[in-house]
Structure formats: C-alpha cells, structure tokens
Nanobody, 116 residues
Framework: QVQLVESGGGLVQAGGSLRLSCAVS????????MGWYRQAPGKQRDLVAA???????NYADSVKGRFTISRDNAKNTVYLQMNSLKLEDTAVYYC??????????WGQGTQVTVSS
C-alpha cells in the first residue's frame, strides 16, 4: 500500500499564493506519475497538474502560467506552487500517484479557499 499525506491548504485572498505538499510513504517503488487533482462542490474531480518520474509535466489550461508542480524523488514528495490564485481555484485538492502498472492512490484532500 501507499500512503499520501497532504498539507498546505487554507484560505487566501485572490491574487495570493499557496504551496501544497504531498508526502508519499509505503510501497513507493515503481511510482511513475505524481499529480494533483481538484474538485469543487457539485463538479467532477479534474486534473490540475502532473509530473512523471523523469520530470515531464502536464497542466490544466486553466492553471498554466500560474501553478508549478515539482517533485523531490529523494523525499518522495510532490509540491504544487499556486500563484495568482483566483476565486475559481477554490476546491478540495487531492494528491494522486500512479505506478507503472497503472494502480493509483489518493490522498485525503486539502481544502483551498480563495476569497475576494
């Protein structure tokens, strides 16, 4: 099994910044992709950003240029730096990891609330 512990969510004013962290432990061998998803009330869970083991990244169009995903393989941690936050970024953010065999694991979620 794999355990994911997220931190860094909270309340921030529009235009502000937050940094999310997700520490991964357990059977961490063969983890390929680490990423962040978000889910706003009444909406589906969507990909925000993802990064492969070798550092290739993918971002949702809505966050390009504002969010940056990074990972520290030595610490088994993935980060999401969120700048220029907008009201529409308000959601529960979930950490996700995928193994090379396709199995995936989710964190418990952390609330990000952007106020005007």
């Amino acid at each position: 099994q794999v355990q994911l512990v997220e931190s860094g969510g909270g309340l921030v004013q529009a235009g502000g910044s937050l940094r999310l962290s997700c520490a991964v432990s357990g059977s961490i061998f063969s983890i390929n992709v680490m990423g962040w998803y978000r889910q706003a009330p009444g909406k589906q869970r969507d990909l925000v950003a993802a990064i492969t083991r070798i550092g290739s990244t993918n971002y949702a169009d809505s966050v390009k240029g504002r969010f940056t995903i990074s990972r520290d393989n030595a610490k088994n941690t993935v980060y999401l730096q969120m700048n220029s936050l907008k009201l529409e970024d308000t959601a529960v953010y979930y950490c996700n990891v995928k193994r090379f065999d396709g199995t995936q694991f989710w964190g418990q979620g952390t609330q990000v609330t952007v106020s005007s």
